[in-house]
């Protein structure tokens, strides 16, 4: 992840920013959510989820009060309600939930890569060069995943959430974090919460 110095400010800004670390179970893998927020931020121009532009995707539309932290914290509020609901009536269905937990914090964590300004200005001066972008935020996500040792079903949320996730068959976590994400995104823009400009 280059030579970005991941300190232990950033892990506890990550720590503050997103409370809802503390219902994943295990121990271990809380450590490596807060790991991967930590080192993608570092490695971009922001220094804490909430500096991220509000938005799906840098160039749809942002919400008109609220953060990208909010973002992050409302996918994971609403991945868990449908697994709770749903596990409630279906006491069968097998959904790992600290999995599901920390992929919905991590879903988006290739983010700061994809919206870091610096990045935009470079891929948009040479487009042909670099590809616009280069990686979007789901792969790139994948990649900080399993750079910090999180594993395979948590980085697959993170790729997969999005349009990636239409090449392959999705996990029942990251069908459900899928769902929360776009839930989020319709819900806001339905309700008036959103700037306008592209649709997401
Ligand atoms: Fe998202």
Redesign the pocket.
């Known amino acids: 992840m280059g030579d970005a110095k991941v300190t232990d400010e950033l892990r506890a800004t990550v720590r503050d920013e997103l409370p809802e670390i503390s219902e994943i179970r295990n121990v271990r893998l809380r450590d490596k959510v807060v790991e991967a927020w930590a080192t993608a931020l570092a490695a971009s121009s922001f220094s804490a989820i909430g500096e991220i532009p509000p938005s ?1 995707n840098p160039d749809t539309r942002r919400l008109s009060s609220g953060t990208q932290t909010d ?2 914290r409302g ?1 994971a509020r609403l991945a868990m309600r449908i697994a709770d609901e749903l596990k409630d009536i279906f006491p069968a269905l097998p959904v790992k939930r600290d999995i599901l937990v920390a992929g919905a914090l991590c ?2 964590v290739g ?1 700061p890569w994809e919206f870091d300004p610096v990045n935009q200005a470079r891929w948009q001066a040479s487009p042909g060069a670099t590809g616009f972008p280069s990686i979007r ?1 789901p792969p790139r996500g994948v990649h900080v995943c399993l750079t910090v040792g999180l594993p395979e079903e948590v980085a697959h949320i993170a790729g997969c ?2 349009g990636e996730g239409e090449l392959v068959q999705r996990s029942l976590e990251a069908t459900i ?1 899928h769902h929360a ?1 776009y839930t ?2 319709h819900v806001l823009a339905a309700g008036g919460m959103m700037d306008d400009g592209k649709a997401e």
Do not use: R
């Open positions: 799906g973002h992050m996918v879903h988006d983010k935020h959430h999005s974090v994400d989020f995104w």
